[in-house]
Structure formats: C-alpha cells, structure tokens
C-alpha cells in the first residue's frame, strides 16, 4: 500500500464505538496544551488519527430473497491542527515562543504538500 510511516505511531484495533472513543480521549490528554495571552489552553500540537473500518453487509441475492454478503473496508482520516500563531497577539516567550515558530512551520509545509497533491491530482 501507498502508506506514510510515521515514527512512534501506534495502531489499536477497537470493536465498537466506546473503544474508539476511549482512545479518542487517550490521545486527546496526551495532546500538549499551554496557556497564552490568546488563548487559555492553546493546543500546541497536530493530532491525526485514521480509522479503518472493515465490515460486512448482508443483501438480498434474487427475488428467492436468499441472502448474500457484501464485504467492505473505508478508511476515514480525521486531523485536528494546532492554530496559526501570531507572536504580537501571544506575547508568546522562550518554550512557548519556539513551539509557536514550529507550528507554522508545520502548518506552512502542509499548506505546501496539499498544494502539491492538488496540482499533481489536476495533472493526472
């Protein structure tokens, strides 16, 4: 498959909504979050998490209304992005100054890779 590896990423199956959503807020309190003068909790950090989803649908094969089975497998990508961050409007220093460059940093080259994938899905 045509995947991206990411180093330290982890991946759990899960069999009902309660477990993902278990893991949904794992990862969320895992997520770094620090105070500035915009915002009490600023996340300072990009969260992504996929989820595939494999099942299988039982349909109606004739009109003898025998039932047959349609297997299937979606994969759904949520991404949540730190903000953009305007050093005047933070007041942001040190730590908190240094992951604000790196978020728009971050949030620059994604800008830049969808621009990509657009104009390469445009050429194709």
């Given amino acids: 498959t045509n995947e991206v590896y990411v180093e330290g990423l982890t991946s759990r199956k899960v069999r009902s909504p309660h477990e993902i959503y278990a893991l949904m807020e794992e990862a969320s309190h895992r997520r770094v979050v620090a105070a500035t003068s915009m915002n ?59 992951e604000g460059i790196n978020i728009n940093k971050g949030l620059f080259v994604l800008g830049q890779v969808i621009s990509a994938l657009t104009e390469q899905s445009q050429n194709s």
Avoid: C, N, W, Y
Avoid at 45 to 67: K, Y
């Fill in 40 to 98: 009490a909790e600023s996340s300072r950090s990009h969260a992504i998490a996929t989820l595939r989803i494999s099942g299988a649908l039982e349909t109606p094969q004739d009109a003898e209304h025998h039932i047959g089975t349609d297997k299937f497998t979606s994969k759904l990508t949520l991404v949540d992005l730190a903000g953009s961050e305007r050093m005047k409007k933070t007041r942001a220093k040190g730590d908190r100054r240094q």
